[in-house]
């Protein structure tokens, strides 16, 4: 399911304008576990996701680990509750070439009031032993406006 799919579907609340950044890069979630705090991920890389040196762009990745550490933030979330990004740092491993089938494993470290501190991990799906990249990140959480 994609982002705003989740949302409706989780939370019941239907976002207010479309996720078009997620529909064009492709990310999709594959599970959310509530009571864990963690969310699985999965983004197959294209074409239009590679840099001019024919790896993965690592803005496609980063873009990918935020979504995912972000839903896993969402898992702890109320439906009168949103999150922002307040910092992520990226750790690339290993160059992503085209057709790599991705899955990014994404998990609540810490929740605050305000803030919320989440792990992820990326991996190929036919190598969940080894991650090519990982992510910290840190997330505000505020009241939705209605």
Known sequence: MNFAQFLEQIYGVKPKQPDQFGDWLGYEIQSVDRNKNEVTTALTVRADHLSPSGAVHGGV?????????????????????????????????????KGHKLMANARVVNRGKTLCSVLAELYLTDDIKHPVAMATGTFNIYERKS
């Not at 979330?77 to 999150?83: N, W």
């Not at 922002?84 to 750790?91: A, P």
């Open 61 to 97: 990745i980063s873009g990918f680990l935020d979504f995912s550490c972000g839903c896993a933030v969402f898992s702890t979330v109320e439906k009168h509750e949103l999150c922002s990004t307040v910092e992520l740092n990226v750790k690339y491993f290993k160059p992503l070439k």
